[in-house]
């Protein structure tokens, strides 16, 4: 008999979710030159956008989500409702505040709204672009959700999100 688990809400902007535990981390940390923003759209969305510079050695732009410590345990897949603009993205999930490190895949966007579906057991750990020698993501825990954008390329991006939920 197989047990059914309800869908774990990470964020969902149509109902009334804000900005308030985003925060956008451009690649300024290291030097680079990048712009990112996150706002509130006019229609319950949030949008992600702004350039990607590769100047001083840039080359990214992030928004990170505080989910605070949320219990993950008998989910496997993280699924995404979001408009691309056709680009690639990262979703990085962190297991621990003291971990220096995440556990990210990358998913191509089409341009139109459509449904991400990440298995977390494929998230790899990564720190600093590089993957780690450690066994996929299998944690308990998440106490963080970052989108990136980091494709190599001077360009702009927008990302709109609707909501994330773990199945």
Same mark, same amino acid.
């Given at each position: 008999m197989a047990i059914t688990i309800n869908n774990l809400i990470l964020f969902d902007f149509s109902e009334n979710s804000g900005p308030g535990k985003w925060q956008v981390v451009n690649d300024g940390v290291m030097g680079g030159l990048s712009r990112g923003a996150f706002k509130m759209s006019e229609n319950g969305t949030a949008l992600f956008t702004g350039i990607v510079s590769l100047e001083n050695n840039g080359g990214f732009s992030s928004v990170r989500y505080n989910t605070g410590i949320t219990n993950v345990e008998g989910y496997t897949i993280l699924e995404i409702y979001l408009k691309g603009d056709g680009k690639k993205y990262q979703v990085r999930i962190q297991e621990n505040n003291d971990d220096y490190f995440s556990?990210? !895949?990358?998913?191509?966007?089409?341009? =139109?709204? +459509?449904?991400?579906? /990440?298995? %977390?057991?494929?998230?790899?750990?990564?720190?600093?672009?590089?993957?780690?020698?450690?066994?996929?993501?299998?944690?308990?825990?998440?106490?963080?959700? !970052?989108?990136?954008?980091?494709?190599? =390329?001077? +360009?702009?991006?927008? /990302?709109? %999100?609707?909501?994330?939920?773990?199945?």
């Open positions: 556990y990210i !895949t990358s998913f191509q966007t089409s341009g =139109k709204w +459509e449904t991400i579906e /990440l298995p %977390l057991k494929e998230m790899f750990p990564s720190f600093r672009g590089q993957k780690l020698d450690r066994p996929n993501f299998n944690g308990k825990t998440i106490v963080g959700l !970052t989108f990136l954008i980091g494709n190599k =390329k001077a +360009e702009p991006f927008t /990302l709109e %999100l609707q909501k994330a939920y773990l199945k």
